[in-house]
């Protein structure tokens, strides 16, 4: 069986269980119509049966309740192999991610019209990680709110998200003021982690992997970032711990809805 033919079955069997710099930016809309793509209607329930409630206005690190649901999140984007490569592994097994871009990179608009319809499916979700990546705590509420609102703009534009409740600050540094601003431009759920791919350093495949079998967990929510070609040569061996261990992967907006 060819590796395309495995990640389906994986995918299959997952069902049945319950990314240079500069903006590359696409312009959705013609014009004198509003840049934003049409959303899909909402279902009920989600992966597993999940019902998404509120999102909470506060930091989460984990998904509430119980259940086999794991959370894989991605941040940044300095990788155009590595985007793509995640955006093909959603396409192709029905994994559902939650991207966390930064807009400078132009990897994000390269894949963007692959990524129209997972985002209009609800099978990625998209939370704001800032346009340029910089330590939120050490600048200005000027600067905190412009790069919260650039790339708000990049992903309405580009990549069809209208709204999202989710930001997450860079190097997981935040604190009351920055939630504050954040909450104030439409994100007031600050989403930290309760596990990693180990991938802020370089990393090899089988950190990669040993990361995963160290946090891939029920109600986990997971960083990882498209930024290392090594995250591409692991995705199959990814599907496979997540399929043996039966858990079910949501996006965050299938557990927590944007507010009305």
């Not at 499916?121 to 340029?132: M, P």
């Not at 090594?230 to 557990?255: F, G, S």
Request: hydrophobic share 45%.
């Amino acid at each position: 069986m060819d590796r395309r033919g495995f990640l389906l079955l994986l995918a299959a069997g997952l069902t049945g269980a319950a990314v240079g710099r500069g903006a590359a930016e696409v312009d959705l809309a013609a014009p004198g119509t509003p840049a934003v793509r049409p959303a899909a209607p909402a279902t009920p329930t989600g992966p597993g049966g999940i019902v998404a409630v509120p999102a909470p206005t506060g930091v989460v690190d984990r998904l509430p309740g119980t259940g086999p649901q794991l959370a894989l999140t991605i941040d940044d984007g300095s990788n155009g192999e590595v985007v793509a490569a995640l955006v093909t592994l959603v396409r192709e097994t029905g994994t559902r991610l939650t991207f966390f871009p930064n807009g400078s990179y132009r990897t994000w608009g390269d894949n963007a019209r692959d990524l129209w319809p997972l985002v209009e499916s609800g099978q990625v979700a998209f939370g704001n990680h800032t346009w340029s990546h910089p330590d939120v705590t050490t600048v200005s509420d000027a600067e905190v709110a412009d790069e919260l609102r650039r790339n708000q703009d990049f992903m309405r534009r580009t990549l069809g998200v209208p709204a999202t409740p989710f930001w997450r600050p860079p190097f997981g540094s935040h604190d009351a003021r920055t939630d504050a601003i954040a909450a104030d431009l439409g994100h007031p759920t600050t989403v930290m982690w309760n596990g990693t791919f180990d991938d802020g350093r370089v990393v090899g495949a089988e950190g990669l992997v040993a990361a995963a079998q160290a946090w891939f967990t029920a109600q986990g929510i997971v960083v990882g970032h498209a930024n290392q070609p090594a995250l591409t040569t692991v995705l199959d061996r990814l599907l496979e711990l997540i399929a043996t261990r039966q858990l079910v992967t949501v996006t965050l907006a299938d557990v927590w809805s944007s507010p009305a």
